[in-house]
């Protein structure tokens, strides 16, 4: 609990570092406010404003979280709210509602209700780049029919532990069921 307080802190420094040093931007394709301070993009511009190059006083940020800590729920969350931030939540399926270090699917209602964004992070968090193709199936489209069955349309993936962005196999699987 002490490292996931230390984390918070850390984050709250650098979100006020990013206030102060001047006006930003936050995709709405991540984030779903549009009446976040110096906010924008859309998600049918966000590409081109980047591509075209922006002022030297814009910035654009992206916050994630992953893993469905309960702690990002009751420690990153004010902080966002505090700030006008919104972030990408990307949840693991079975892990919600697994136990009290979890979040709940109520937790995970509240936040997109916050108008947080909720995307898949796969079923079990297993590393992609290991396991069979009916496995990556797995992993990837029952994830993709648990949050429908919950009512989340995820349209956004995170690859656990940053593993199989680079595995064409895997790259082909998530494009064909994620979006």
């Not at 989340?152 to 199989?164: C, R, S």
Request: with cysteine; proline share 3%; charged share 15%.
């Amino acid at each position: 609990m002490r490292f996931s307080k230390l984390c918070v802190i850390v984050i709250e420094i650098a979100f006020v570092l990013i206030v102060l040093s001047g006006p930003f931007s936050i995709p709405t394709a991540l984030s779903t406010s549009s009446s976040l301070p110096g906010s924008t993009n859309n998600r049918n511009n966000i590409a081109s404003n980047i591509g075209a190059g922006t002022s030297s006083n814009d910035k654009v940020i992206i916050i994630n979280f992953d893993d469905s800590y309960k702690t990002q729920l009751l420690y990153a969350k004010p902080i966002l709210d505090r700030y006008g931030f919104k972030a990408t939540f990307f949840e693991v399926c079975s892990w919600i509602d697994k136990n009290s270090e979890r979040q709940s699917w109520q937790d995970v209602a509240a936040l997109r209700q916050d108008g947080m964004n909720i995307e898949s992070h796969t079923m079990t968090h297993t590393h992609l780049n290991s396991i069979s193709s009916s496995r990556l199936y797995y992993e990837l489209g029952f994830a993709k029919q648990c949050f429908a069955n919950h009512g989340f349309d995820t349209t956004i993936f995170g690859y656990p532990d940053n593993l199989g962005s680079d595995n064409k196999t895997v790259v082909n699987v998530v494009a064909n069921i994620i979006i």
